[in-house]
T-cell receptor, first 114, second 118 residues
Framework: KQEVTQIPAALSVPEGENLVLNCSFTDSAIYNLQWFRQDPGKGLTSLLLIQSSQREQTSGRLNASLDKSSGRSTLYIAASQPGDSATYLCAVYGNAGNNRKLIWGLGTSLAVNP | GAVVSQHPSRVICKSGTSVKIECRSLDFQATTMFWYRQFPKQSLMLMATSNEGSKATYEQGVEKDKFLINHASLTLSTLTVTSAHPEDSSFYIC??????????????FGEGSRLTVL
């Protein structure tokens, strides 16, 4: 059974720092992995989608990597800003048997302080 | 990027009434949409997968007669909470995967609907 873990659960940093958020999963049989952010009381915004055949994706100050063999993905945020404060979620889309569904991590709550 | 719109964003109703929430994919066709429920400070809980032109697939523990799902077109899915009770109060979020029904498309979410049942 696929399990997704996000570390740390919460993070508070001063503005300008470079950050790494971690996501690990137990079953490497996946279609893709997607990173989202959620602001309080809001829906989810897609940040980056990495297909199983890809190693990384970049969008602006965000870079996400995927190491399927070790079951890990990292989301790198460069030069963090207060507007980056949100909960960051990773979701793994499995491709085998009972794992053929989206499995979510519990998220990392990020606070970037001015 | 692709947009998924959800309406209403907030609804307050009396106990015993039914509430309908709409989810639309605005610039792509979605053969499959997903309905989630989220409690405060908790992760998303998948309720059901909505399939265009066929019956929805419900997750274990989700009452299909309580949460009616209709996916009548490639751009619209609706969730109706029937005979709502205070314990149904929650944040409901829909999502849709872009691409022609494949597994590699990007998943996009609506803005969410906050339901409060008095």
């Amino acid at each position: 059974k696929q399990e997704v873990t996000q570390i740390p659960a919460a993070l508070s940093v001063p503005e300008g720092e470079n950050l790494v958020l971690n996501c690990s999963f137990t079953d490497s049989a996946i279609y893709n992995l997607q990173w989202f952010r959620q602001d309080p009381g809001k829906g989810l915004t897609s940040l980056l989608l990495i297909q199983s055949s890809q190693r990384e994706q970049t969008s602006g100050r965000l870079n996400a990597s995927l190491d399927k063999s070790s079951g890990r993905s990292t989301l790198y945020i460069a030069a963090s800003q207060p507007g980056d404060s949100a909960t960051y979620l990773c979701a793994v889309y499995g491709n085998a048997g009972n794992n053929r569904k989206l499995i979510w991590g519990l998220g990392t709550s990020l606070a970037v302080n001015p | 990027g692709a947009v998924v719109s959800q309406h209403p964003s907030r609804v307050i109703c009396k106990s015993g009434t039914s509430v309908k929430i709409e989810c639309r994919s605005l610039d792509f066709q979605a053969t499959t949409m997903f309905w989630y429920r989220q409690f405060p400070k908790q992760s998303l809980m998948l309720m059901a997968t909505s399939n265009e032109g066929s019956k929805a697939t419900y997750e274990q523990g989700v009452e299909k007669d309580k949460f009616l799902i209709n996916h009548a077109s490639l751009t619209l899915s609706t969730l109706t909470v029937t005979s709502a009770h205070p314990e149904d109060s929650s944040f409901y979020i829909c999502s849709a995967r872009s691409g022609a029904g494949g597994h590699t498309g990007e998943l996009f979410f609506g803005e969410g609907s906050r339901l409060t049942v008095l």
